[in-house]
């Protein structure tokens, strides 16, 4: 077998996937959702409900606030009680949407059968109505960043798309949702990569799995056995495989050049396998995305556990039916432990790119005080981008922007493989996210005076 | 239930620390150590003691004294192995009070006055030892030879295998060369003729056992190392096979300072370059001043000299040559 | 005694050569440059904090050259030097400089570690560009110091500090030279130059809490709910709410404090004003608080 993997740097964080072997639960449904406004990348939706306001499982409660956008449906029925502003995954006060549960009664629109729908029984599907669909039903990218994926299925003029490669990497630590989805509903995965290969006009597509998940590789080869046009790609487990120039580059070879080319410009659409499944959902049975596969993990946790979890659902309940938030301090993060984003209070609700909820307790949660930089260059060995990381941090902690920008600080995926590997503990990331979204602003101030 | 605590991502860290890493030279450095015991007996041992407690000690009161530091670098271990690698680059015969004085300056001066551990320019146990080579060159180049167990001060000297080769040079007597022992002795280090060398550099086998070991250990990478003794082996065989007053490749490689400075000192992490790229240019640099040095230089060795001469180019280094950017358009 | 002789000789001829050739090149290649450059230059502080948008006290020196040359240095200020040193530097180019009122830096945040409680640990690099990336920091309040001390930092003048007790920054009147550094290192937006005001009294906000009430008040006692009670009391019409938060505009304020005793949430700071004298006043010498221990 021919294990491919990304070209430059990478790390090897312990795994800690404790929930590989825990099938998926459905979670109960909360007594009140919460619908933050901005769940992507991209303008806020709208709210298009009111106090009062009866609402049914799929009914949409906010449009799309501009093209970069994408709409947010209700994963529950029962009573806008208010919107307001609660404190989400950004730790700032969010506008919200928050609906008291009464019962659960779905729009008649969605499919609620188990019945697998294929391409192939409905070739009257055009690229156009499959992209159109995505769109409506408010599908984001599942694992984590949330870029509305209609958009990435119109590249712009000067690309052209050539494959799509389904990202079933999950190289972050302790997550399992998408190995879950991918064992217990392969087929579905499947007729969404179809989908999206039809809605990006191309003939070949890529499943990218990282050989720590040899069933759902041996799985997944099965199933295409006899489609030439799929191919599923062993990767050795290497983070950030994850991102998608370094799974561009893993499967394909090609590298994405520095920002701002995305994976289009060689060729590529990565999407993750949880939105794959979502695709097919939207398409194929009428389903907006309003429930995802989340992993509720953490060493200290009792039971560590996979659900299929309504949107809006608060992560102090999904806690609880994993036995609780541990004794002592903890750090709870939405996402994984390498690029998840701590959390203020239990409170945050499920949205549509959680694809974790991950308690770190102990010693582990706090980070260690950090001692001088000894230049051992280890930093400079694992970052995936070709990037000096401990000069990116000390030009950004004195404010020397320019030089940052000469050294491509713009690169940085802050995938945190510097600051994992740094053997003197130094906040080399922290640094480094200041001085990109410094220099960032600058740039776009520079475009707009042009 | 506790507090909850935040901090941006990443937040999971690796198992690596300083000291694992400071810790692990010094472990890598055990064989040569334990070796030099063998050869040079209680010269090596009180060498080493005195060089490393000293380096000790002045880091400590420099930081607590000097510059009020709340004590930090001292437990991390890079104060003992600026010690050890200072003895290493030691004769065994050496008196307590010139150590002494390298300590100061490898301490005080090679490090402190730049900032303490992460700042220095110049590898510091090298600063120290050039120092002591410049000021006391009478002590610093007579070499005990190897065997004498119990003799400190008062042991016998005799020529080393790098003096004879410059001799052979000066005079263009090749047969000179005949008098220097075969590479297996150099290799191990027993060698009859004469001064045995520094206590680090007498066995080239127990060297390179440590750098395998930091290899295996992920301390450091290939390329220092290997690039700097690729370096003198390709030049010294030219050399040889033009003009046979030059030694052979294999006892220029294995004699003199060349192991040790190759595989401990000039991959030092402070004063060598960050990227790989940077690193090659930098061990080739070293490889050839070395040859010139000991070729037609004032001294026999020209390692420490070619170090700290390359210390002073790792800034440039590091601004003009950088890691190869991800999706990086080759220019054709 | 020659090589003596040869030494002064060769010695005297290198420094002869050396001071014609200085002299030639002195003389060849002189730049003539304003005299009232150096003059102007000599009057300003000299901090070089780029409190008035050049880059140096050399920048501010050669613009306002340039503007007495053109006819106008309007618009040119050094707020370090402040009015003294401008009507200096106008004398000096004979140009009248308009005059313009000392400001202070002031930060809008009482958010002490009593009112404002702390919901979550930090544990990251401590700097306030960081925390704030990370979200509200260690406090529930969004918009309020941070307390890692970027102002601190950004300062040249020593003037501002985070005090230990209540973990915000604090601005030494003194030393404060109004250039504006903090203004731009906070990531939050709470400094703000506002006019010294008479005797150095002051009357402003101390809060930028733009969240609705209860949400602002569950994070900080004296948080700002935006409830206008201040507008309405306000007889200048200096105070606006905007967005749930209140402004005093420091040109429109008469420094009455009617709105100080009308604020719930004790949001708006009355500074160096004579403390209020007590209704049953102890001693009756006037000292205001009653504790100065003469009888009455």
Known sequence: ?450 | ?332 | MSFIVIAVIVLGAIGLVAAIVLYVLSKKFAVQEDPRLGEVAALLPGANCGGCGFPGCGGLADALVKGADAGSIDGLFCPVGGSAVMGEVADLLGMAVANSEPMVAVVRCNGTCENRPKVSEYSGLRTCTAMNACGAGETACGYGCLGCGDCVSACQFGAIYINPETGIAEVDEEKCTSCGACVKACPRNIIELRKKGPKGRRVYVSCMNRDKGPAAMKACKVSCIGCGKCEKECPFGAIKVEGNLSYIDFNLCRLCRKCVNVCPTHAIEAVNFPAPKPKADKCGTGCGDGKCGIRK
């Open chain 2, 1 to 332: 239930m506790g507090k909850l605590i935040v901090s941006l991502s990443p937040h999971a860290h690796g198992t690596d620390t300083v000291e694992r890493n400071m810790y692990g030279v010094i472990a890598a450095m055990l064989p040569a150590l334990l070796v030099s015991f063998f050869y040079f007996g209680l010269g090596s041992v009180v060498v080493c003691a005195t060089s490393v407690l000293a380096c000790v000690f002045f880091e400590w009161a420099i930081n607590k004294y000097m510059l009020k530091n709340p004590v930090t670098t001292v437990c991390d271990g890079s104060a003992i192995l600026t010690g050890l690698l200072l003895g290493f680059n030691l004769p065994s015969n050496l008196p307590v009070w010139i150590i002494l004085i390298g300590a100061l300056i490898a301490i005080g001066v090679g490090k402190m006055t730049f900032g303490g551990l992460g700042c220095n320019i110049f590898n510091p146990a090298l600063v120290g030892r050039c120092f002591l080579l410049v000021s006391f060159p009478a002590q610093m180049t007579s070499w005990p030879k190897s065997g004498q167990l119990t003799s400190y001060l008062d042991a016998e000297t005799g020529a080393t295998p790098l003096s004879v080769m410059k001799e052979a040079i000066k005079t263009g007597d090749a047969s000179l060369l005949d008098r220097l022992p075969d590479s297996l002795q150099l290799l191990l280090g027993n060698n009859a003729m004469g001064g045995a060398g520094t206590i680090g550099e007498v066995c080239a086998l127990a060297l390179l056992v440590g750098l395998a070991f930091m290899l295996w250990k992920k301390i450091i990478t290939w390329h220092i190392p290997v690039s700097i003794i690729a370096t003198v082996f390709v030049i010294s065989a030219a050399m040889h096979f033009a003009n046979p007053v030059y030694a052979d490749p294999f006892a220029v490689v294995l004699s003199g300072g060349l192991m040790l400075g190759a595989i401990f000192m000039a991959t030092d992490y402070v004063t060598s370059p960050m990227c790989a790229k940077g690193q090659i240019v930098y061990g080739v640099a070293i490889g050839v001043l070395t040859i010139v040095i000991r070729n037609w230089g004032a001294y026999p060795e020209g390692m420490s000299f070619a170090i700290l001469i390359m210390n002073a180019f790792t800034p440039l280094i590091n601004t003009y040559i950088k890691p190869k950017r991800f999706g990086e358009v080759v220019k054709k």
């Open chain 1, 1 to 450: 077998m021919n294990i491919r993997t990304f070209s430059i740097g990478g790390i090897h964080p312990e795994e800690n996937k404790l929930s590989h072997d825990i099938a998926t639960v459905a979670a109960p449904l909360p007594k009140q959702a919460i619908f933050p406004l901005s769940q992507h990348i991209g303008a806020p939706a709208k709210a298009i409900v009111k106090k009062g306001d009866k609402v049914k499982v799929g009914t949409m409660i906010a449009e799309a606030g501009g093209f970069v956008s994408a709409p947010v449906y209700s994963s529950v029925s029962g009573t806008v009680f208010k919107i307001d502003s609660v404190i989400d995954a950004t730790g700032y006060r969010k506008p919200v949407i928050i609906i008291n549960v009464e019962g659960d009664e779905w729009e008649e629109t969605i499919d609620r059968s188990d019945k697998l729908e294929t391409l192939a029984a409905h070739p009257e599907l055009t690229p156009e109505e499959i992209v159109e669909r995505i769109k409506i039903a408010g599908v984001t990218g599942m694992g984590g960043a949330g870029f509305p994926t209609f958009i990435k299925l119109c590249p712009p003029p000067t690309a052209k798309a050539e494959c799509v490669i389904i990202n079933a990497v999950e190289c972050e630590p302790y997550i399992t949702a998408d190995f879950r989805l991918m064992m217990e509903h392969s087929d579905e995965i499947l007729v969404g990569l179809d989908l999206l290969m039809k809605a990006a006009k191309v003939e070949k597509g890529y499943i990218g799995i990282e050989t720590n998940k040899p069933e759902a590789i041996e799985l997944f080869e099965r199933k295409t056995a006899g489609d030439s046009r799929i191919e599923i790609v062993p990767l050795k487990q290497r983070y950030p495989q994850g991102g998608e120039k370094q799974l561009v580059d893993a499967v394909t070879g090609r590298q994405v050049p520095a920002p701002p080319a995305i994976p289009v410009n060689v060729g590529a659409i990565v999407q993750n396998v949880g939105t794959a499944y979502a695709v097919y959902e939207a398409v194929m049975k009428h389903k907006p995305l309003f429930e995802r596969y989340t992993t509720v993990t953490g060493k200290k946790l009792a039971k560590p556990g996979n659900f299929l979890v309504r949107m809006g659902t608060p992560m102090k309940e999904l806690i609880d039916l994993c036995g609780g938030m541990p004794e002592g301090d903890n750090k709870l993060l939405a996402g994984g432990p390498m690029m998840g984003k701590a959390l203020m209070n239990t409170e945050v609700p499920v949205c549509k790119g959680t694809n974790s909820v991950t308690v770190i307790s102990g010693d582990e949660a706090k980070r260690k005080p950090a001692q001088p930089c000894i230049r051992c260059a280890k930093c400079v060995s694992v970052c995936p981008m070709g990037l000096e990381p401990f000069l990116l941090a000390t030009l950004s902690a004195k404010k020397m922007f320019e030089r940052a920008e000469q050294e491509e600080i713009v690169s940085c995926i802050e995938c945190g493989s510097c600051q994992f590997t740094c053997p003197s503990h130094r906040p080399i990331l922290d640094n480094v996210r200041y001085g990109k979204s410094t220099v960032m602003g600058i740039i776009r101030a520079r475009n707009a005076k042009k």
